[in-house]
């Protein structure tokens, strides 16, 4: 079940050169809205833009009625975003798709985020902290410094926590995969494979190595997918993927799906 | 509530069309509602004049390589590719919900072949949850039949014509505006007996990203539609409601009431809404609010005063 409600800006900010955090009030989508799922959100009520833009939900307040949305200005939609005030509607369409599954069984996550994909991995951070019982490492992987939007967040949330940069101007130099494969053959190591879980989102050539290397070790994988979107409700079929069953929505069957679902 | 002499309530708007009767105006366009399960969350779908289904084929259909959309100036470009259930999963799978509705049901068929689109015919017209059928003879995404049975006079009159043999039910021919004479298609629908056409579907058309110099979806073209192709639907509605006796139903980028009543002026006697339905969920009954004010706000008591009235 999902909405369409004008949505009250409680918060408005920028948290880096061209990244913004949006938080929103919405009982609905606060109460209901669970990692991994976003919203799709009307940036402006002409007709240029035409289409909402997905955005993913990075945190979940269920307290306070409110969800944040950390994004990166890319084009047109996103700077349309900014020009949100604070005390101003935003029309959001909510929370939609399938998030992220969690199991019980599995006693150690790590979740691997690469640019902007690191937003709503704050979320399930927080979700895997409030259930307890689990070891969670975050790793986090940018272009450069700049770049690095939440990482004290996920330091926050997370046991562990470790970030890289394609430059290396701050943690480790190289990518988000290079973590994951530290992380793999030092601390989660091959005892660990059966109780791990690895959650994924980024950039699509970031998800296939974080898929082969899971592929590899037999670990249990969900990646979140993006693809271009009209509707967000599953009606359009614009936004589909090729899995191992044929097409699938990402909107509606996604956007997180098991590692070995994907067809590449 | 004290009203002027004439006019209508609010949602008294009674429109016959094709043999159908439908409670207002405003009805859905394939492919841009699901098979109206989707939208259930968001929208009384009771209050629709009329839903018309996704396109049905006779066999499942994968549809097109992604991506299969992107924006374009107030609009959009689509390569879904009729993808589909099939007929026999569409009876199984979308017909139950869909026969809990009150209003009219009209299924959008697509076929390959000439025979197909019959059979997909014969097929519906034992279902009584299927109260009509609209013919799309105007798909640009797919490689065989699709748009060519559409821009083809002679091959649309044979299409029609089959459908007519095989049902008793109504037939809207929905038609391609990717024609230089859109007098000639409709006509030939009208020849055939079909009971309504629909016009437009979307327009052929193609976006490039300069860096890689490829298709910015996964086929080289795709259709085109939202408020960019508004023009062209009111230009073709126009011609084609002067050629035919047949009602027509305006579909292109209708986004508010008044669009809607342009369509109606140029001689539409209902409309579909598409593209908007993914900007707001809520657009086909704000737009019929929107079709309402507008008749009370000039004292007309009905939209079929509006029909046709363009003065040259
Ligand atoms: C399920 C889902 C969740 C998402 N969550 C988030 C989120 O939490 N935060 C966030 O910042 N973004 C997120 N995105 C991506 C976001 O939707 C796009 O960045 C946004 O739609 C771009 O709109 P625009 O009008 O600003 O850019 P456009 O004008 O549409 O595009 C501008 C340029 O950016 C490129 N671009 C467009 N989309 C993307 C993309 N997804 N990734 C990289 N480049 C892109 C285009 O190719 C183009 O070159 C998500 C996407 C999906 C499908
Ligand atoms: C994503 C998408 C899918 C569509 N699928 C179908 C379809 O299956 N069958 C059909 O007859 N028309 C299909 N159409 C065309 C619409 O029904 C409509 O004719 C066209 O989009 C123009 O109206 P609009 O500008 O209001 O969207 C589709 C359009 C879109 C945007
Ligand atoms: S965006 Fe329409 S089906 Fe996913």
Same mark, same amino acid.
């Given at each position: 079940?999902?909405?369409?409600?004008?949505?009250?800006?409680?918060?408005?900010?920028?948290?880096?050169?061209?990244?913004?955090?949006?938080?929103?009030?919405?009982?609905?989508?606060?109460?209901?809205?669970?990692?991994?799922?976003?919203?799709?959100?009307?940036?402006?009520?002409?007709?240029?833009?035409?289409?909402?833009?997905?955005?993913?939900?990075?945190?979940?307040?269920?307290?306070?009625?409110?969800?944040?949305?950390?994004?990166?200005?890319?084009?047109?939609?996103?700077?349309?975003?900014?020009?949100?005030?604070?005390?101003?509607?935003?029309?959001?369409?909510?929370?939609?798709?399938?998030?992220?599954?969690?199991?019980?069984?599995? %006693?150690?996550?790590?979740?691997?985020? &690469?640019?902007?994909? !690191? @937003?709503?991995?704050?979320? +399930?951070? /927080? =979700?895997?902290?409030?259930?307890?019982?689990?070891?969670?490492?975050?790793?986090?992987?940018?272009?450069?410094?700049?770049?690095?939007?939440?990482?004290?967040?996920?330091?926050?949330?997370?046991?562990?926590?470790?970030?890289?940069?394609?430059?290396?101007?701050?943690?480790?130099?190289?990518?988000?995969?290079?973590?994951?494969?530290?992380?793999?053959?030092?601390?989660?190591?091959?005892?660990?494979?059966?109780?791990?879980?690895?959650?994924?989102?980024?950039?699509?050539?970031?998800? %296939?190595?974080?898929?082969?290397?899971? &592929?590899?070790?037999? !670990? @249990?994988?969900?990646?979140? +997918?993006? /693809? =271009?979107?009209?509707?967000?409700?599953?009606?359009?079929?614009?936004?589909?993927?090729?899995?191992?069953?044929?097409?699938?929505?990402?909107?509606?069957?996604?956007?997180?799906?098991?590692?070995?679902?994907?067809?590449? | 509530?004290?009203?002027?002499?004439?006019?209508?309530?609010?949602?008294?708007?009674?429109?016959?069309?094709?043999?159908?009767?439908?409670?207002?105006?405003?009805?859905?366009?394939?492919?841009?509602?699901?098979?109206?399960?989707?939208?259930?969350?968001?929208?009384?779908?009771?209050?629709?004049?009329?839903?018309?289904?996704?396109?049905?084929?006779?066999?499942?259909?994968?549809?097109?390589?992604?991506?299969?959309?992107?924006?374009?100036?107030?609009?959009?470009?689509?390569?879904?590719?009729?993808?589909?259930?099939?007929?026999?999963?569409?009876?199984?799978?979308?017909?139950?919900?869909?026969?809990?509705?009150?209003?009219?049901?009209?299924?959008?068929?697509?076929?390959?072949?000439?025979?197909?689109?019959?059979?997909?015919?014969?097929?519906?017209?034992?279902?009584?949850?299927?109260?009509?059928?609209?013919?799309?003879?105007?798909?640009?995404?797919?490689?065989?039949?699709?748009?060519?049975?559409?821009?083809?006079?002679?091959?649309?009159?044979?299409?029609?014509?089959?459908?007519?043999?095989?049902?008793?039910?109504?037939?809207?021919?929905?038609?391609?505006?990717?024609?230089?004479?859109?007098?000639?298609?409709?006509?030939?629908?009208?020849?055939?007996?079909?009971?309504?056409?629909?016009?437009?579907?979307?327009?052929?058309?193609?976006?490039?990203?300069?860096?890689?110099?490829?298709?910015?979806?996964?086929?080289?073209?795709?259709?085109?539609?939202?408020?960019?192709?508004?023009?062209?639907?009111?230009?073709?509605?126009?011609?084609?409601?002067?050629?035919?006796?047949?009602?027509?139903?305006?579909?292109?980028?209708?986004?508010?009431?008044?669009?809607?009543?342009?369509?109606?002026?140029?001689?539409?006697?209902?409309?579909?809404?598409?593209?908007?339905?993914?900007?707001?969920?809520?657009?086909?009954?704000?737009?019929?609010?929107?079709?309402?004010?507008?008749?009370?706000?000039?004292?007309?008591?009905?939209?079929?005063?509006?029909?046709?009235?363009?003065?040259?």
């Amino acid at each position: 079940m999902a909405t369409q409600e004008q949505c009250q800006v409680l918060d408005h900010k920028q948290v880096g050169p061209r990244y913004f955090k949006l938080t929103l009030k919405s009982h609905y989508i606060s109460t209901n809205g669970e990692p991994g799922q976003f919203v799709n959100v009307r940036v402006d009520n002409g007709t240029e833009p035409l289409l909402r833009r997905p955005i993913s939900l990075h945190r979940i307040n269920k307290e306070h009625q409110t969800f944040e949305l950390l994004y990166e200005v890319v084009g047109e939609g996103t700077t349309l975003l900014t020009k949100a005030t604070i005390g101003s509607k935003v029309d959001v369409l909510g929370p939609l798709g399938s998030g992220f599954k969690l199991d019980p069984a599995k %006693k150690i996550a790590i979740l691997v985020g &690469g640019g902007m994909g !690191i @937003a709503p991995l704050a979320a +399930l951070a /927080e =979700k895997l902290k409030t259930l307890g019982g689990r070891a969670v490492y975050a790793l986090a992987g940018a272009r450069d410094k700049s770049c690095l939007v939440c990482e004290d967040e996920l330091a926050s949330l997370a046991n562990q926590s470790v970030v890289a940069t394609d430059d290396g101007s701050q943690g480790r130099k190289g990518y988000v995969s290079d973590l994951l494969i530290d992380l793999l053959n030092n601390t989660v190591t091959q005892i660990h494979y059966p109780e791990t879980a690895i959650y994924a989102c980024g950039p699509k050539g970031m998800l %296939k190595a974080v898929a082969e290397i899971a &592929g590899q070790k037999k !670990i @249990a994988c969900q990646l979140s +997918l993006e /693809e =271009k979107m009209a509707c967000g409700i599953g009606a359009c079929l614009g936004c589909s993927v090729m899995t191992i069953n044929g097409y699938k929505t990402v909107c509606k069957d996604g956007p997180v799906f098991d590692a070995k679902e994907i067809s590449w | 509530m004290q009203r002027r002499p004439g006019l209508r309530r609010e949602g008294d708007i009674v429109v016959e069309l094709a043999g159908l009767k439908l409670k207002n105006p405003v009805l859905v366009a394939s492919g841009t509602f699901g098979y109206g399960k989707e939208f259930a969350d968001y929208l009384d779908l009771n209050k629709l004049g009329g839903l018309i289904t996704k396109s049905v084929s006779l066999k499942a259909k994968e549809g097109n390589p992604p991506p299969r959309i992107v924006e374009t100036p107030s609009g959009m470009i689509n390569s879904i590719g009729l993808q589909n259930e099939g007929l026999e999963a569409f009876i199984k799978n979308a017909i139950p919900f869909l026969a809990k509705l009150e209003i009219p049901v009209i299924v959008n068929i697509a076929g390959d072949t000439i025979e197909e689109y019959a059979e997909l015919a014969k097929q519906l017209g034992k279902e009584k949850t299927v109260k009509g059928l609209e013919v799309n003879i105007s798909c640009p995404n797919v490689k065989k039949g699709g748009m060519a049975f559409g821009i083809d006079p002679t091959a649309t009159k044979e299409v029609i014509s089959a459908v007519r043999k095989a049902t008793t039910l109504p037939i809207i021919a929905k038609l391609s505006p990717n024609v230089t004479d859109i007098t000639l298609t409709a006509k030939a629908a009208e020849n055939a007996g079909a009971n309504a056409i629909s016009l437009i579907n979307t327009v052929v058309g193609m976006a490039i990203d300069i860096e890689t110099r490829r298709s910015r979806i996964g086929r080289p073209t795709g259709g085109l539609s939202g408020p960019a192709i508004r023009p062209i639907a009111v230009r073709m509605v126009y011609e084609a409601s002067k050629a035919v006796k047949i009602p027509v139903i305006g579909i292109g980028g209708i986004m508010t009431g008044s669009d809607a009543i342009e369509f109606f002026i140029a001689g539409a006697s209902a409309v579909e809404v598409g593209t908007a339905n993914f900007v707001d969920t809520a657009a086909p009954l704000r737009i019929l609010k929107e079709i309402n004010d507008y008749l009370a706000k000039h004292e007309i008591g009905d939209h079929h005063e509006l029909i046709g009235t363009f003065k040259e």
